[in-house]
């Protein structure tokens, strides 16, 4: 049996995608070869993971109000020690501060080292990466031996598989609002506020993500919105009309479930699948939040929410750009990496007995 660690966090200025993304391969390690996982972490997680999780002594400080990223590379030792005690086989690391001196550091101290990016070009020291964005397939990453890239490889939650073809309204009723697991820069209140001074008929639904602040829930609630808390994101996707929505990963789940939207860049990080999203048409970018002007914001959506065939176009192109198995995949050449019998095989994206 082979013993997996994975180290990421999540929080009030890092996106939950990570999270989402993570457990998702977890799940299919352990699936396909009954592979031990443990999670490595510097932040409190309260339940959040289903996995044993080590905790790193030194705090992850970052600035609650902007989406930020500071270096780890002050924790070697420490994970170091993790992997040591812990007998670790592989390292998986999906951390926006983890830059390449961290893997530099930590490539001989593990046997196999695995890097999550979400760039076009890096040159890391490590044995595989994995970036399954759908911009991925034009990523260079030098000399890495295993290269997991494009969308083949992206890591998405089981339900996310086999969904039913998009069917939409004439009509746009049922709007929902979502800034992925927090909310730094109040994407959430001032979108709602828009539609609300805007589109009367609208009945207004906002994500609540698992690290919203109790004061930022009430303030959402003052404004006789929908608030979804410990939300089923594709039963909300199922009932909504429309999405506005974080450029983050939230843009493949609506992609699956063919939801037409409007998205908005709240870290940088997010431009790359913002643009690509918008070239395939499946959701309408449009542009920094920082720069957010709610004249242009309304009539983009006036567009968009009286052409359902533009809408209907979204949808088809969502549901042909993703097919929901890239973490059974991934799972599976990861293993195989790092010498792990397989009893359970990938075959037409279906995980199946060897």
């Not at 993304?21 to 490595?40: G, H, P, Q, T, W």
């Not at 999550?116 to 890495?144: E, F, H, K, T």
């Amino acid at each position: 049996m082979k013993k997996i660690a994975i180290r990421l966090d999540t929080g009030q200025s890092i996106g939950l995608g990570h999270m989402i993304r993570c457990l998702a391969l977890a799940d299919e390690c352990s699936l396909i070869s009954n592979s031990k996982i443990i999670f490595i972490c510097r932040n409190k997680w309260e339940g959040m993971i289903p996995y044993p999780v080590i905790s790193i002594k030194k705090p992850y400080i970052t600035n609650e109000k902007i989406y930020e990223f500071p270096s780890i590379i002050d924790e070697i030792d420490e994970v170091s020690e993790i992997i040591a005690q812990e007998n670790i086989d592989c390292l998986i690391v999906d951390h926006y501060g983890a830059k390449d001196d961290y893997f530099r550091k930590l490539k001989n101290r593990v046997p196999y080292l695995v890097c999550i990016d979400d760039g076009l070009q890096r040159d890391v020291l490590a044995d595989a990466v994995i970036n399954g964005n759908v911009y991925g397939a034009d990523a260079q990453y030098g000399n890495v031996p295993l290269k997991l890239i494009g969308s083949r490889y992206l890591l998405m939650r089981k339900e996310f598989r086999n969904v039913s073809t998009r069917q939409n309204n004439q009509t746009i009723k049922e709007i929902y609002i979502t800034s992925g697991g927090a909310d730094p820069c109040e994407f959430c209140c001032k979108i709602s506020d828009a539609l609300i001074k805007n589109f009367s008929t609208l009945r207004i639904h906002v994500i609540a993500g698992c690290n919203f602040t109790r004061s930022y829930i009430k303030k959402l609630q003052e404004k006789n919105l929908v608030i979804h808390q410990n939300a089923n994101m594709k039963e909300c996707m199922r009932n909504a009309d429309f999405f506005i929505s974080a450029a983050g990963s939230t843009l493949y789940e609506l992609a699956s479930c063919g939801v037409p939207s409007v998205c908005y860049t709240l870290a940088s990080d997010q431009r790359l699948l913002a643009e690509y999203m918008n070239r395939k048409e499946t959701t309408c970018a449009a542009g920094d939040f920082e720069a957010f002007n709610e004249t242009q914001f309304c009539r983009q959506c006036s567009i968009l929410f009286s052409d359902k065939e533009k809408r209907d176009n979204m949808s088809k192109n969502g549901q042909r750009l993703v097919d929901g198995y890239g973490a059974s995949r991934t799972a599976e050449k990861i293993l195989q990496l790092c010498g792990a019998k397989i009893p359970m095989v990938v075959k037409n994206g279906e995980t199946q007995k060897n």
